[in-house]
């Protein structure tokens, strides 16, 4: 990583989600990346912070710097984004965090974004089993055949925007939740802090 895309990248980056939340104009919305070995989810937030959705999902090329091209064609044309969530899964963090400021040192890439927090999965999947309706629904909504499906809903968000690149069908995907809940999981937070200003 260049000296520029971590001084970029370090001058996004807030430390809580009060920090973000401070950063953020009145109308906008949040994305959230979820990186894998094998491909880049995407997931949006509507304009009022409440809601996310599935965009689509990039099977990774041999350098960020690609990937961040494929990127800023498939969200070039998006409203504006002023905030980024990074899924950071346990274990994983240095390597996510690390390959997320080379995708946004292309300054192509979310143009208007001024905030960067890497979240943590682990709260996020601590929020999808207790809204869960028993333990056995919850454990078989995170399975490997779920993600799968989810992903493929992924793919086919991402149909027209960038070409389409199928995963490997040979090994499961890495990732444990999607991007989309991820983002659910801080916008659920966002709206506690706003309730409690």
Known sequence: MTTAAAAAAGRLTCSTLRTLAARLPASTRLSCIDVTPTHISLALSDDNLRHATPFGVLA?????????????????????IHGVIVNTPPGAANRVATYVKELLADSRLLPHANSLLFYSESVALLRAVNSAVDVHSAASDLTDAAESRRISAFDNAMYGRVDNVELPTDRPSRAKISAAEVLQACLDDLARIEQNK
């Open 60 to 80: 990774r090329t041999s350098s960020a710097a690609k990937d961040a091209s494929i990127l800023v064609s498939a969200t070039s044309s998006l409203p504006p």
